[in-house]
Nanobody, 127 residues
């Protein structure tokens, strides 16, 4: 099994930055697609960003493209989400997820196809 532990959430002013970290256990971290999702109060969980196991490919939702950057350090079994130019609408609980590769196109945005999830970390952006 894979365990994911998130950190880095907190309170930040609009226009500021935060970096979220997700530390993974297990022996096959580099085999997993890693994704970030978020859920705001009263809304469904939505896709934010994902990165391939070898870090060669990334994908972002339109709402965060150009502001957020996902990266991973397989030697440290850790994935990061650098969040810049934060807006009040970025306020949400952010979740880290790990998914085994699937033989389907564009599956990285689908939360139901990920196998493991972190506990979530709160990000609050003040306006």
């Amino acid at each position: 099994q894979v365990q994911l532990v998130e950190s880095g959430g907190g309170l930040v002013q609009a226009g500021g930055s935060l970096r979220l970290s997700c530390a993974a256990s297990g022996r096959t971290f580099s085999s997993y697609v890693m994704g970030w999702f978020r859920q705001a109060p009263g809304k469904e969980r939505e896709f934010v960003a994902a990165i391939a196991g070898n870090a060669g490919n990334t994908y972002y939702s339109d709402s965060v493209k150009g502001r957020f950057t996902i990266s991973r350090d397989n030697a440290k079994n850790t994935v990061y989400l650098q969040m810049n130019s934060l807006k009040s609408e970025d306020t949400a609980v952010y979740y880290c997820a790990a998914g085994l590769p699937r033989p389907y196109s564009s599956w990285w945005t689908l939360s139901q196809l990920y196998d493991y999830w972190g506990q979530g970390t709160q990000v609050t952006v003040s306006s």
